[in-house]
C-alpha cells in the first residue's frame, strides 16, 4: 500500500529524523559532525527554514523544523543529503547511498539530553551558545529574560509526562498524524483534506487516509 503523504503546513513545526542507511553510522566522528553542522547552516537560508532544535546521534539525525511553504522540508532535506553525503564519501573514499530513502517522525527519548554532545538541548538550557536555533515563540514566552527561560525549559526537560500522554505522541507519531488541541486538528483537517487523528488498530479505514467515525 502506498504511503501517505507527510503532513506538511506552512509554518507549522515539523519533527524529523533521517537515518543511516541498514543502518549503518553516519556520523562516526566529532569532524563529521561538525561537517554536517556547517552544510546545515549554510543550507537553512536557501529555504527559509527555522530550525527551533537539532540533535546528531551516531546512526540518524533529529531536526525540528519551520517550513515556510509547501515542500520546503523536502527541498530542505534533499539538498542536505546530498551535500553531506558527498562529503562524506569524498572523505572516506567511498559510494553509494548513505541515508534511508524516506525520512520521517520517530518517537526518541533520554534522561539527560543536554549532555548530548551535538544537540541544541544545551544552548536552551542556557548551557553554550548555538547560532543554528531559532526559539520558537513557545520557547521564548517562557520568560523574557534569557536567564529565566533557560531554567524554565530545564524545568520542562525534568517533567515526567504521563504514560497515556508518552502514548498517545507515540501513536500521532508512528501514524504521522497531528497531536493537538481540537480546534488545532480541525485546522489541520482543514488544510490538509485528510484525517488529523489516529486511526484505531481495530477498525479498518474506510479510505486512505480516514478511519470509520464513532
Known amino acids: 500500500m502506498a504511503r501517505l503523504p507527510r503532513l506538511d503546513l506552512p509554518g507549522i513545526p515539523q519533527h524529523v529524523i533521517q537515518r543511516g542507511n541498514n543502518p549503518l553510522p553516519c556520523f562516526p566522528d566529532s569532524a563529521d559532525r561538525q561537517r ?68 520521517e517522525p520517530r518517537p526518541r527519548a533520554t534522561d539527560a539530553p543536554a549532555q548530548f554532545p551535538c544537540s541544541s ?38 517533567t515526567i509526562l504521563p504514560d497515556d500522554e508518552l502514548q498517545a505522541i507515540r501513536s500521532y507519531l508512528q501514524q504521522q498524524r497531528a497531536l493537538g488541541r481540537d480546534s488545532f486538528r480541525a485546522m489541520v483537517e482543514a488544510k490538509t483534506r485528510r484525517l488529523a487523528g489516529i486511526c484505531s488498530a481495530h477498525r479498518p479505514a474506510l479510505r486512505r487516509g480516514s478511519c470509520r467515525s464513532t
Open 121 to 158: 538541548c544545551a544552548s536552551l538550557c542556557g548551557q553554550r551558545d548555538d547560532v543554528l536555533p531559532s526559539p520558537h515563540p513557545a520557547y521564548t514566552a517562557l520568560s523574557t529574560s534569557r536567564t529565566e527561560r533557560a531554567t524554565a525549559y530545564r524545568a520542562l526537560l525534568a
Open 36 to 103: 554536517y553542522l556547517h552544510i546545515l547552516h549554510g543550507a537553512l537560508p536557501d529555504t527559509g527554514m527555522a530550525l527551533h532544535a537539532y540533535v546528531l546521534m551516531s546512526n540518524r539525525v533529529h531536526l525540528l523544523l519551520a517550513p515556510p511553504r509547501l515542500g520546503a522540508v523536502s527541498c530542505l532535506m534533499q539538498a542536505l543529503g546530498r551535500r553531506y553525503v558527498r562529503a562524506f564519501n569524498s572523505r572516506r573514499g567511498r559510494t553509494g547511498t548513505l541515508w534511508e530513502g524516506r525520512y
